[in-house]
């Protein structure tokens, strides 16, 4: 008895400090400001308003370490319903810069595309706005993206 207790309590340990790490690696590969996703804009009005909008402190969620604003109750409810289905792809990276380089490059949380029911960030400032690029050769990036992101974690 006293051997299967062990095993349990080190089953626990050891699936507590995976989580634990987990939620660190998260942390460390996502775009964040001071813990905050996406600069404070709300997921989930990316998809249901089509545009940016900013979300308030008071309606935050955290999911899996990371922290979102949300616009609305309705919002915060449907990211909590499906918290993946609104997360932004690569972290919250560009996706333009992760497709073209492997490289984690900030954004502009306003300059966004909705492909596939996902959401991806681009990088807009200076006269570059790498939507317009991703745009032109879409598949190759988003492919390229795909196999980046992931390289990134080892």
Not at 29 to 41: C, D
Not at 53 to 60: R, S
Not at 110 to 115: A, C, D, G, Q
Request: net charge positive.
């Amino acid at each position: 008895m006293k051997y299967f207790l062990s095993l349990i309590m080190l089953a626990v340990f050891s699936f507590s400090s995976t989580a634990q790490d987990a939620v660190a690696l998260r942390k460390k590969h996502f775009n964040l400001e001071n813990g905050l996703a996406i600069q404070g804009y709300d997921p989930v009005a990316y998809f249901t308003q089509s545009k940016a909008v900013k979300g308030k402190k008071e309606l935050a969620v955290s999911y899996q370490g990371i922290l979102y604003y949300f616009s609305s109750e309705t919002n915060k409810g449907a990211f909590k319903a499906t918290p993946f289905k609104y997360e932004p792809e690569y972290g919250g990276w560009c996706a333009y810069a992760m497709g073209q380089k492997g490289e984690k490059v900030s954004v502009d949380p306003e300059t966004f595309k909705i492909l596939n029911g996902r959401l991806y960030l681009f990088y807009n400032r200076y006269f570059t706005n790498t939507l317009k690029d991703w745009n032109k050769n879409e598949a190759t990036l988003k492919n390229n993206a795909d196999i980046n992101w992931p390289k990134l974690f080892k």
